[in-house]
């Protein structure tokens, strides 16, 4: 955006200022879609204010021209008539006028939101790493919605009460120069009370904004964790831990809307009733000196009234605007916001996948200073079982994560059949992949529409042939629907086994080059691991697949097995390879039999010596 001689930001300008001209000009990229609605509410706009400046001299009119100087009763009907004409233009202009801007104001709005959707989604996870989804969400319900007000009464308003002012003040000069200066005597007050709320309420709206993200985060934190929160009855701490961001929401709300907005309007009242009892004054001495007529004293006083009203709704537009300015300034800088991974400029297509990856001296960090993996090297071949096992935190998920670019390597590069993965599309190499987390998503939905997201122009046979290869197809036809069950909110009406299958029921669909389980079986009971483990040796035949697990036992078949451990590669080999030596490994290995065995002098059927070692022995 042009600010200042340059593309910026909207974050670059300081605050305090009465109207961002950055979130102006922003906001004018999507009004000029209108222009010839925004032309014609104009013309509403001027016929509105002419109509209003009309009615006060009709009245001046009709007093001395008629009443005071007691002539025809025809004339004083025509214009009566004539005031009642323009009272009801004025109706019929304003009423269209605001339907106009509100047609325009819902499409405003309605692109704002689907360009922010379109941006979250595309934004890096690190973003998401490092914001609270109940802010996000802020943004595009609650920060939006004050675009509404703005545009269909903000904006507008200022124009119609700008138009209005000046058409005051000419008529009022034009009638007696003298009595108008009076009158504008007291605008000084106006104005120095106008500095100083300014300076002070942009600040403060921001601040309002800030805090109703704050509001929206603890909503969606204590939502999403209130199985937690009801285990430990907790409800009482989560109450108060919420009380006190919503005391802060309410203090700034109180700031900015009960003593800088509620503040503002008195003193523009005073100043009119202040004015008002000038042109009393003033006027009735005018008229007993014969300067003016009885008919400019009560036009004057009429218009006083019409003067202060807009530069009260002026008071409630600038009350708006401040708002809006704050939530345009979160809502841009959302928009603005550099998406970490993105599409190198010159990438191409990626060609369909044969499924070598090399991982290239590869080293990753999520922050500066604090490395995650360091010099990671390895290659699968097409086909292979890449199993990926060591402690919590050891790289793990990192080494995953890098591999569908949902993060970029600090060092060293990941190679795709030979090609790096940055000189490629991220929808042409994703496209190509599966991923079954360990606690898998589901949409709100159907079971098919879950199981096809993989695959949206999959056919009802397809769907149902993927949920057969992945063992779901039992328990789905045993639900009330079939494939056409609902699925509730991240399908909590389903445990967590019936939705890691269909979550294997979509991965199959998708028939993915490069296969990717986190996890997959970590958090199922023994007889739905062992349909995932059938499901996953259909599943894993032919392609390139990763396999983070914990349960060791669940990938004695890899080709080969990766030991990580605080970012590094400790060892490689088979899973027997691995077990007659000496290292982390082995000792996992051991940890869970024994455990799982509840004996420690158990030893598995792996490790038990041989005839031969015994007799050396």
Same mark, same amino acid.
């Given at each position: 955006?042009?600010?200042?001689?340059?593309?910026?930001?909207?974050?670059?300008?300081?605050?305090?200022?009465?109207?961002?001209?950055?979130?102006?000009? /922003?906001?004018?990229?999507?009004?000029?879609?209108?222009?010839?609605?925004?032309?014609?509410?104009?013309?509403?706009?001027?016929?509105?204010?002419?109509?209003?400046?009309?009615?006060?001299?009709?009245?001046?009119?009709?007093?001395?021209?008629?009443?005071?100087?007691?002539?025809?009763? =025809?004339?004083?009907?025509?214009?009566?008539?004539?005031?009642?004409?323009?009272?009801?233009?004025?109706?019929?202009? !304003?009423?269209?006028?605001?339907?106009?801007?509100?047609?325009?104001?819902?499409?405003?709005?309605?692109?704002?939101?689907?360009?922010? %959707?379109?941006?979250?989604?595309?934004?890096?996870?690190?973003?998401?790493?490092?914001?609270?989804?109940?802010?996000?969400?802020?943004?595009?319900?609650?920060?939006?919605?004050?675009?509404?007000?703005?545009?269909?009464?903000? $904006?507008?308003?200022?124009?119609?009460?700008?138009?209005?002012?000046?058409?005051?003040?000419?008529?009022?000069?034009?009638?007696?120069?003298?009595?108008?200066?009076?009158?504008?005597?007291?605008?000084?007050?106006?104005?120095?009370?106008?500095?100083?709320?300014?300076?002070?309420?942009?600040?403060?709206?921001?601040?309002?904004? @800030?805090?109703?993200?704050?509001?929206?985060?603890?909503? !969606? @934190?204590?939502?999403?964790?209130?199985?937690?929160?009801?285990?430990?009855?907790?409800?009482?701490?989560?109450?108060?831990? %919420?009380?006190?961001?919503?005391?802060?929401?309410?203090?700034?709300?109180?700031?900015?809307?009960?003593?800088?907005?509620?503040?503002?309007?008195?003193?523009? @009242?005073?100043?009119?009733?202040?004015?008002?009892?000038?042109?009393?004054?003033?006027?009735?001495?005018?008229?007993?000196?014969?300067?003016?007529?009885?008919?400019?004293?009560?036009?004057?006083?009429?218009?006083?009234?019409?003067?202060?009203?807009?530069?009260? @709704?002026?008071?409630?537009?600038?009350?708006?605007?401040?708002?809006?300015?704050?939530?345009?300034?979160?809502?841009?800088?959302?928009?603005?916001?550099?998406? #970490?991974?993105?599409?190198?400029?010159?990438?191409?297509? =990626?060609?369909?996948?044969?499924?070598? $990856?090399?991982?290239?001296? $590869?080293?990753?960090?999520?922050?500066?200073?604090?490395?995650?993996?360091? #010099?990671?090297?390895?290659?699968?071949?097409?086909?292979?079982?890449?199993?990926?096992?060591?402690?919590?935190?050891?790289?793990?998920?990192?080494?995953?994560?890098?591999?569908?670019?949902?993060?970029?390597?600090?060092?060293?590069?990941?190679?795709?059949?030979?090609?790096?993965?940055?000189?490629?599309?991220?929808?042409?190499?994703?496209?190509?992949?599966?991923?079954?987390?360990?606690?898998?998503?589901?949409?709100?939905?159907?079971?098919?529409?879950?199981? /096809?997201?993989?695959?949206?122009?999959?056919?009802?046979?397809?769907?149902?042939?993927?949920?057969?290869?992945?063992?779901?197809?039992?328990?789905?036809?045993?639900?009330?629907?079939?494939? !056409?069950?609902?699925?509730?909110?991240?399908?909590?009406?389903?445990?967590?086994?019936?939705?890691?299958?269909?979550?294997?029921?979509?991965?199959?669909?998708?028939?993915?080059?490069?296969?990717?389980?986190?996890?997959?079986?970590?958090?199922?009971?023994?007889?739905?691991?062992?349909?995932?483990?059938?499901?996953?040796?259909?599943?894993?035949?032919?392609?390139?697949?990763?396999?983070?697990?914990?349960?060791?036992?669940?990938?004695?078949?890899?080709?080969?097995?990766?030991?990580?451990?605080?970012?590094?590669?400790?060892?490689?080999?088979?899973?027997?390879?691995?077990?007659?030596?000496?290292? =982390?490994?082995?000792?996992?290995?051991?940890?869970?039999?024994?455990?799982?065995?509840?004996?420690?002098?158990? $030893?598995?059927?792996?490790?038990?010596?041989?005839?031969?070692?015994?007799?050396?022995?």
């Amino acid at each position: 955006m042009w600010v200042g001689g340059g593309w910026g930001r909207i974050g670059d300008e300081p605050g305090g200022r009465v109207i961002s001209t950055a979130v102006v000009r /922003r906001i004018w990229t999507y009004l000029r879609l209108h222009k010839p609605r925004l032309v014609w509410a104009f013309i509403l706009v001027v016929v509105t204010a002419a109509t209003q400046v009309v009615g006060p001299y009709l009245l001046k009119v009709a007093i001395d021209d008629f009443i005071v100087a007691r002539q025809d009763v =025809m004339g004083l009907s025509l214009v009566a008539a004539a005031f009642a004409l323009t009272v009801l233009i004025a109706w019929a202009s !304003q009423a269209h006028q605001s339907y106009t801007m509100a047609l325009v104001a819902q499409d405003v709005l309605n692109r704002i939101r689907g360009e922010l %959707f379109i941006k979250v989604n595309r934004l890096s996870l690190s973003y998401h790493d490092r914001h609270e989804s109940g802010v996000t969400m802020s943004r595009i319900v609650n920060d939006v919605a004050v675009f509404q007000e703005l545009l269909t009464q903000g $904006v507008i308003y200022l124009v119609a009460d700008f138009l209005l002012l000046a058409g005051i003040v000419a008529i009022m000069v034009a009638m007696s120069p003298t009595l108008a200066l009076y009158t504008f005597s007291v605008l000084p007050i106006m104005v120095l009370a106008t500095i100083f709320f300014t300076q002070r309420a942009r600040r403060a709206f921001l601040r309002t904004r @800030e805090t109703i993200g704050q509001v929206a985060a603890g909503f !969606q @934190e204590n939502i999403s964790g209130v199985r937690v929160v009801q285990a430990f009855a907790r409800e009482d701490v989560s109450q108060d831990r %919420f009380d006190e961001i919503n005391r802060g929401n309410l203090r700034a709300n109180v700031w900015a809307l009960g003593l800088l907005a509620s503040a503002y309007p008195p003193i523009v @009242e005073f100043t009119g009733m202040l004015a008002t009892a000038i042109v009393l004054w003033f006027g009735t001495s005018a008229v007993l000196a014969g300067e003016v007529t009885v008919g400019v004293v009560v036009a004057f006083l009429t218009y006083v009234t019409r003067f202060f009203q807009p530069i009260r @709704e002026l008071a409630q537009v600038y009350t708006t605007f401040q708002q809006a300015m704050a939530a345009g300034e979160k809502i841009f800088e959302l928009m603005d916001y550099r998406i #970490d991974v993105d599409d190198e400029p010159h990438a191409t297509e =990626m060609r369909p996948i044969e499924g070598h $990856v090399a991982f290239d001296h $590869v080293s990753f960090s999520y922050r500066d200073g604090i490395p995650v993996l360091n #010099d990671i090297c390895f290659e699968a071949q097409p086909g292979q079982t890449v199993a990926l096992v060591g402690p919590t935190g050891a790289g793990k998920t990192s080494i995953a994560s890098l591999l569908a670019r949902f993060y970029d390597v600090k060092g060293g590069a990941i190679l795709m059949d030979g090609t790096d993965v940055r000189a490629v599309t991220m929808e042409s190499l994703r496209r190509q992949m599966g991923l079954v987390p360990q606690d898998p998503f589901l949409f709100t939905g159907t079971i098919a529409e879950n199981i /096809r997201f993989g695959r949206l122009d999959a056919t009802d046979e397809e769907v149902v042939e993927a949920a057969k290869l992945a063992n779901a197809h039992d328990f789905i036809s045993r639900l009330p629907d079939g494939y !056409q069950t609902p699925v509730f909110e991240r399908g909590q009406n389903y445990s967590q086994g019936q939705r890691q299958l269909v979550a294997f029921a979509r991965a199959v669909l998708a028939n993915p080059r490069i296969l990717i389980l986190d996890e997959a079986t970590a958090s199922v009971d023994t007889r739905t691991e062992v349909l995932i483990q059938t499901a996953l040796a259909r599943l894993l035949t032919g392609r390139t697949s990763f396999v983070i697990a914990h349960r060791l036992s669940t990938i004695r078949n890899a080709d080969f097995i990766l030991v990580i451990d605080h970012g590094q590669i400790v060892q490689r080999g088979s899973h027997r390879e691995l077990l007659s030596q000496e290292g =982390m490994y082995r000792d996992l290995y051991l940890m869970q039999y024994r455990r799982e065995a509840r004996s420690h002098d158990a $030893v598995p059927e792996e490790l038990a010596p041989t005839p031969s070692t015994r007799h050396e022995g």
